[in-house]
DNA sequence: CAGTGGTCTAGACCACGGA
DNA sequence: CCGTGGTCTAGACCACTGA
């Protein structure tokens, strides 16, 4: 399937919400309605409003109707909801993005790692380790285990534009699914070297660890932010 | 209806991973089978694995089965994909919680407050300031404006304790979806007096518009907190 | 009370993976 | 090839909202 029903509808609702055809608080046409304009039944039209629910486009209310809950966001964030890469964050955000390779290694998983990564230990991995300029600040540092298996080779040139379009593109894997955790620690020499803090003496670190559509933890990565560049927004739903 | 059905085969599948009956790459029966278990269509045990994968727990894998990629948190962790209050969290990590109520009293929305929630100017509201400790830390402090219009009035016991269960049990009030942004700050010299900083010179800093089960935005909240005691954790899709 | 979303069923066909 | 998950349909009944 090209693309699928749920998808196209998805789609056709987001431009007019983020367009502005539907303001925040105006509500949706029924999903019966919906239904009856996209030519579908009612259960597809609900799975679109649900994708639309959990990046926090909509809200269903009960014997009423699904309303827009959608506000622009005034500056650049990055999503925390969902799994973007930096170069389409960046774009999204009409941001410049330019990236330094620092290192790049083969090498094995080592007891540390696994313990904090969840990849076993001796694991065959490419490390990367990388600086990030958002228009001209070096504001991420960041640092990337991908198994070998998967990504058996890079180049400077695939790590200095994106790895992520390297892997769906070239190789064909596709990401799935991601588990992160956030903290702030304090900056460290090399932090404080190349990165642009501001006089702050710490940084907010992303961890995650990333999954591929057979399963399989692929790659584990820690970015040190700036808290200069550090914006992270998303949406939560209250679940069960 | 007490509770959905598929709500119940969440919960079950959930309690049996986290027990670790299924372990980490662990395949969970398919849909099918898991359908007649349950006795119920095949589309309602979707509709609970497709929640046990927003949260993290499984993941599909086309034509294989639907594995299990959760993994044991070891420290203590707060929720970003999912809508928790601070006492469920630190119930959930076994962690003792007190709250002191710094000051509460009733105000209006102004100009840069309305900016920054998109509460609209002017509306009445209550002020909830609150130092959070965490096994006896001081970590977090937070601030509320709450619309008078959903809460007319709180006293210190409900502060103290739980605001959240004072308005789902008592008010009534049902917590649907949250839209949160997480920035790094540098700290204010009430964070230094009041917070246990560790020498760091900033906090993390969440901030969380609140909505209700009719749509309405009745809470802005903004939670700084001592990086000693911050770990955000969450699961995330790749979405189309 | 009519219309809305929430839940659930029992089918169908497809794309994909592994034996 | 068969079994898996992915998509989709056309119904049904319920709980809730608002006029």
Redesign the pocket.
């Known amino acids: 399937?090209a693309q699928?029903?749920?998808?196209q509808i998805v789609q056709v609702l987001r431009s007019q919400i983020e367009e502005g055809r539907y303001a925040f608080r105006d509500r949706?046409?029924?999903?019966?309605?919906l239904a009856a304009e996209f030519?579908?039944?009612?259960?597809?039209v609900?799975?679109a409003?649900a994708l639309l629910a959990s990046r926090g486009y909509v809200q269903?209310?009960?014997?009423?109707?699904?309303q827009v809950i959608y506000q622009r966001r005034p500056t650049s964030t990055f999503l925390l909801g969902g799994i973007e890469s930096l170069p389409e964050a960046a774009a999204r955000n009409e941001v410049d993005l330019r990236t330094v390779m620092l290192s790049l290694e083969p090498t094995t998983v080592d007891q540390p790692l696994s313990e904090r990564s969840g990849l076993k230990a001796g694991t065959p991995v490419l490390r990367v380790h990388r600086l990030r300029l958002l228009d001209g600040r070096p504001l991420i540092l960041d640092t990337s285990w991908l198994l070998t298996s998967v990504v058996p080779v890079l180049t400077r040139e695939v790590v200095e534009t994106s790895i992520y379009s390297y892997l769906e593109d070239v190789l064909g894997v596709r990401v799935v699914s991601a588990s992160r955790t956030v903290t702030v620690e304090r900056a460290t020499q090399e932090d404080r070297a190349r990165l642009d803090l501001e006089d702050m003496g710490c940084v907010a670190v992303v961890s995650s660890a990333t999954f591929d559509?057979?399963g399989l933890m692929f790659e584990y990565s820690c970015s040190r932010h700036a808290p200069a560049g550090f914006e992270f927004h998303g949406s939560a739903l209250r679940l069960p």
Chains 1, 2 share one sequence.
């Not at 030519?39 to 597809?44: A, V």
């Open positions: 399937m699928a029903k749920y998808d949706l046409p029924s999903e019966h309605t030519g579908c039944s009612r259960n597809t609900r799975k409003l269903a209310v009960q014997g009423s109707g699904s559509s057979s």
